[in-house]
């Protein structure tokens, strides 16, 4: 008998493993075709002039606190000139917001307004404040209310940046256009050879990709595969869609912010000229790293210099970023992507502008030998060590004027990062390695690749409150917004950890 079943079950086998090979090869080809790469490397008209975003008005108020006021509102704009109206939002515009600006040692204060018709708040990403002036989730500002933080600027001159941060809505309200820039200055910064006339050889370029429907609206269409969130194909630099520069000297600082919800770009020069890397996160590098290509992740910043000579056009582009994946998990993550993002047109004559420095800033670093306590951060899911974020959870206490170490991993085959509100931590390693140049200095967000550890140092300073907690958090804002996110508190020596207020987390006056 088995002899006569055996052709049969040969046959059976056969026909099964063709239908599995088509199916197969149809759910590939379905899938391939969902995870389609973006190029537009070559396609992009760069027609518009790159829109600057305005310095923000300020005044001196009776106690010497420098005031800036910050209207969140809606809007509407034909980002492509096409006549079609996007609904957007802004800070006292219709899309991104002003750049702050303030200098070390200023005591400032942000009329924060919110006109919008839900509820917002805005978080200013790598500033060192208190937590109940941080604008996190635990600061909302109710539709119509003003909240007004008021902070001592104590860090290091650099680029930082400012969104809403309402637990669940963050993505939302960001990706309509809720942002801005905030730049710090200092002596230190002020006494270098470097480019700073703002808006002239020293220009914001805020990063963000969009797509849009039909009607032109932003769509935000999330790849189901790719799980990280939604990825656009045309990519805006503050705002402005097909942008670019004209460049009167002969060297441009350019502060490239990835203000993008889920994209990672890996910024370069079209014919892969070297740049001067100055600075990160949370300030300028020890030295200048001559480099030709940054990766940034969703909130990473980075300062750089480039040269450019008389008459000639040159183009910042994101070419693929290393995701440390592989495969289709690489390509649904954006990780083949490029991107012609900004064109800088240089003019026949340039102003000489004079060499970039080598040695920058003291960049002290701090001594993870010191560190009182090393914790493990995973990133799993949609978890951080297997919990979702809760507003009434403290997930421990950090205490004032010590060093801690902390190793984040990625625990997933997809994409995160990691951000940390109220310090600059500097990385030790990143899977046993030393840390790269651009990975060297200060930093509050790093991409975090599968499977490889980050060791970083921090250390909590100044501010404590045992009942009001600062975030960590995956800036993957879909991620952070679907409880990729914990809570922390700096308590002085000794002191117990509280709870989170049950106000529901208003924080506003009328
Ligand atoms: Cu840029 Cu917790 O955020
Ligand atoms: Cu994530």
Redesign the pocket.
């Given at each position: 008998m088995p002899t006569r079943r055996r052709p049969l079950v040969r046959v059976l086998i056969g026909v099964l493993a063709g239908v599995l090979v088509l199916c197969g090869g149809g759910v590939a080809a379905v899938t391939w075709t969902l995870v389609r790469t973006t190029d537009t490397v070559g396609e992009v008209d760069f027609v518009r002039p790159l829109a600057v975003p305005p310095l923000a008005q300020s005044r001196l108020d009776d106690q010497g606190r420098r005031v800036f006021d910050l209207l969140a509102r809606d809007g509407r704009r034909d980002f492509r000139g096409d006549g079609r109206l996007t609904r957007t939002a802004g800070f006292d515009g219709d899309f991104l917001g002003p750049t702050l600006r303030a200098k070390r040692g200023e005591q400032v204060r942000v009329n924060v307004v919110n006109k919008l018709g839900e509820e917002t708040n805005v978080?200013w990403?790598g500033m060192h404040l208190p937590a109940r002036m941080d604008g996190?989730p635990h600061q909302l500002v109710r539709p119509g209310a003003t909240w007004s933080p008021t902070w001592r600027v104590d860090q290091p001159a650099a680029t930082l940046?400012y969104?809403p941060?309402p637990h669940g809505a963050?993505e939302e309200q960001v990706y309509r256009g809720l942002a801005g820039m905030f730049i710090l200055d200092d002596d230190r910064e002020a006494a270098l050879p470097l480019p700073r006339s703002y808006g002239v050889d020293d220009v914001p370029v805020i990063v963000q990709d969009r797509s849009f429907s039909r009607s032109g609206q932003f769509s935000k269409s999330r790849n189901v595969i790719a799980s990280i969130g939604a990825l656009g194909d045309t990519v805006l630099v503050n705002g402005t869609v097909g942008p670019y520069l004209d460049v009167r000297t002969e060297r441009v600082r350019l502060r490239l912010l990835n203000a993008s919800t889920a994209r990672t770009y890996d910024f370069g020069l079209s014919d892969d000229r070297s740049f001067a890397l100055i600075g990160t996160d949370g300030g300028l590098l020890a030295r200048t790293a001559r480099l030709t290509r940054v990766r940034l992740s969703p909130?990473e910043r980075a300062e750089i210099v480039v040269d450019v000579r008389p008459g000639e056009r040159v183009t910042l582009r994101s070419t693929p970023p290393d995701l440390g994946i592989g495969g289709l998990a690489r390509r649904s993550a954006g990780g083949a992507d490029r991107f012609d993002v900004l064109q800088l047109r240089a003019a026949g004559t340039l102003t000489p502008s004079p060499p970039v420095p080598d040695a920058l800033v003291p960049v002290d670093r701090l001594d993870p030998a010191a560190a009182a306590t090393t914790r493990r951060l995973e990133f799993q899911g949609r978890d951080i060590n297997g919990r979702s974020m809760r507003m009434d959870r403290i997930d421990f206490a950090a205490t004032r004027d010590t060093t801690e170490v902390w190793e984040v991993v990625n625990s997933d085959g997809t994409p995160h990062n990691f951000?940390v509100?109220d310090v600059q931590f500097q990385l030790l390693s990143v899977d046993g390695a030393a840390p790269p140049p651009e990975m060297g200095g200060w930093k509050d967000?790093i991409y975090l690749p599968p499977h490889q550890p980050m060791r970083i140092v921090l250390r909590f300073t100044d501010h404590s409150d045992p009942n009001l907690p600062y975030?960590f958090?995956c800036?993957l804002l879909w991620h952070?917004d679907s409880g990729m996110?914990g809570q922390f508190v700096v308590v002085d020596p000794g002191q117990a950890p509280g709870r989170p207020p049950a106000h529901g987390g208003h924080a506003e006056h009328d």
């Open positions: 978080h990403h996190g940046w969104h941060h963050t909130g951000h509100h967000t975030m958090h800036h952070e996110m």
